[in-house]
């Protein structure tokens, strides 16, 4: 079945916990997926005993719906539409780790929460400033919708962005299933970036209840980044990307994926957050943890895009202080307190 699906074969890139939970919903669906994974223990081990065995190993896989290899350009070679769930950490180097050409007539469904580091940009526009890339092929995936609850097949929710709406309306309706509703607009930068900063407010969000900060800061704190989040994608969306389509601030791809980030004990950004208000180090935190944390990195992009465009976001820099420049988690949450209405 994977020719009929609208987007030709299928590929991920990546196999994380996200990623496995993507292999999931279309093997679900009946995809036959090209698997990207890093190392050939991990192929060994889903073709030897049908599941990943780090990430998400209750989900079991049909053994002819996954072709996973270590080889990188076999999957390129052979899929028409990938979906990108490297973290934006690793994004850059995955793409740079094969002839560039062979992205290019892809489609690439990213489902990446982050920024690249080393360019400070998002996947799409690192694609088309650095490759060339044609924005029509491209699609973002944004949530509410954590890995562990998709594993145990909980309904969620899944928002997918993307200029050409015949592509988009595909990848929405190649994921929809009876555990996942999905719908789709045409929000590239806006959904992205309050994906991008939703996991840095996470991780303020983890601090805030590791200092022992209650239930009804933590609203305010919550309420509170979700205005400055408006803010700055109005100011972005005006001063970058000026548009008649201005997002649609109130749905799940932007409140419930920042109210679900910040309340779920799923939620690795806030796992972070919380290391850090028990006074572990940067250093420390980000050993201790088994998966990547999106939103550190993240602060420190954000801190660059927002002093490029001169757009102030308080609650975003004081989170970055704390990553990036040591301030305690302490101090910079009693420099807040004021702030906060």
């Given at each position: 079945?994977?020719?009929?699906?609208?987007?030709?074969?299928?590929?991920?890139?990546?196999?994380?916990?996200?990623?496995?939970?993507?292999?999931?919903?279309?093997?679900?669906?009946?995809?036959?997926?090209?698997?990207?994974?890093?190392?050939?223990?991990?192929?060994?081990h889903?073709?030897?005993?049908?599941?990943?065995?780090?990430?998400?190993?209750?989900?079991?896989?049909?053994?002819?719906?996954?072709?996973?290899?270590?080889?990188?350009?076999?999957?390129?070679?052979?899929?028409?539409?990938?979906?990108?769930?490297?973290?934006?950490?690793?994004?850059?180097?995955?793409?740079?780790?094969?002839?560039?050409?062979?992205?290019?007539?892809?489609?690439?469904?990213?489902?990446?929460?982050?920024?690249?580091?080393a360019?400070?940009?998002?996947?799409?526009?690192?694609?088309?400033?650095?490759?060339g890339?044609?924005?029509?092929?491209?699609?973002?995936?944004?949530?509410?919708?954590?890995?562990?609850?998709?594993?145990?097949e909980?309904?969620?929710?899944?928002?997918?962005?993307?200029?050409?709406?015949?592509?988009?309306?595909?990848?929405?309706?190649?994921?929809?299933?009876?555990?996942?509703?999905?719908?789709?607009?045409?929000?590239?930068?806006?959904?992205?970036?309050?994906?991008?900063?939703?996991?840095?407010?996470?991780?303020?969000?983890?601090?805030a209840?590791?200092?022992d900060?209650?239930?009804?800061?933590?609203?305010?704190?919550?309420?509170?980044?979700?205005?400055?989040?408006?803010?700055?994608?109005?100011?972005?969306?005006?001063?970058?990307?000026?548009?008649?389509?201005?997002?649609?601030?109130?749905?799940?791809?932007?409140l419930?994926?920042?109210?679900?980030?910040?309340?779920?004990?799923?939620?690795?950004?806030?796992?972070?957050?919380?290391?850090?208000?028990?006074?572990?180090?940067?250093?420390?935190?980000?050993?201790?943890?088994?998966?990547?944390?999106?939103?550190?990195?993240?602060?420190?992009?954000?801190?660059?895009?927002?002093?490029?465009?001169?757009?102030?976001?308080?609650?975003?820099?004081?989170i970055?202080?704390?990553?990036?420049?040591?301030?305690?988690?302490?101090?910079?949450?009693?420099?807040?307190?004021?702030?906060?209405?």
């Amino acid at each position: 079945m994977e020719e009929n699906n609208g987007l030709g074969t299928i590929g991920i890139i990546g196999n994380g916990s996200f990623g496995t939970a993507i292999a999931k919903i279309l093997t679900d669906n009946d995809h036959i997926i090209h698997w990207w994974v890093r190392n050939t223990e991990s192929v060994q081990h889903l073709l030897d005993r049908h599941h990943n065995p780090r990430y998400l190993t209750s989900v079991r896989f049909i053994p002819e719906t996954i072709k996973p290899t270590t080889n990188l350009q076999e999957v390129l070679e052979a899929c028409d539409t990938v979906v990108f769930t490297v973290p934006s950490a690793y994004a850059q180097s995955v793409i740079e780790s094969v002839d560039p050409s062979l992205w290019m007539s892809k489609n690439i469904i990213s489902a990446i929460k982050g920024i690249l580091p080393a360019s400070n940009l998002l996947l799409n526009d690192f694609l088309t400033e650095h490759l060339g890339y044609n924005l029509q092929q491209y699609v973002a995936i944004s949530g509410p919708c954590h890995a562990e609850e998709v594993a145990a097949e909980r309904l969620s929710y899944l928002t997918f962005s993307g200029l050409n709406d015949s592509l988009t309306a595909s990848v929405a309706n190649a994921f929809s299933n009876t555990y996942i509703n999905t719908t789709y607009n045409h929000d590239i930068w806006g959904a992205q970036f309050a994906a991008v900063l939703k996991n840095i407010y996470a991780i303020g969000a983890g601090m805030a209840n590791a200092l022992d900060y209650g239930d009804n800061f933590l609203s305010v704190y919550i309420t509170n980044c979700y205005r400055e989040m408006h803010t700055f994608l109005e100011m972005h969306f005006e001063k970058v990307h000026p548009s008649n389509e201005h997002p649609d601030f109130h749905t799940s791809a932007y409140l419930g994926d920042l109210l679900v980030t910040c309340y779920s004990l799923h939620s690795r950004n806030r796992a972070l957050g919380t290391m850090l208000g028990k006074g572990y180090s940067v250093k420390a935190a980000i050993l201790e943890m088994s998966m990547e944390a999106e939103g550190y990195y993240a602060a420190r992009g954000m801190q660059s895009i927002s002093q490029n465009y001169n757009i102030d976001i308080p609650i975003a820099s004081g989170i970055f202080k704390v990553l990036w420049e040591n301030m305690p988690a302490s101090d910079m949450f009693v420099a807040m307190e004021k702030s906060l209405i």
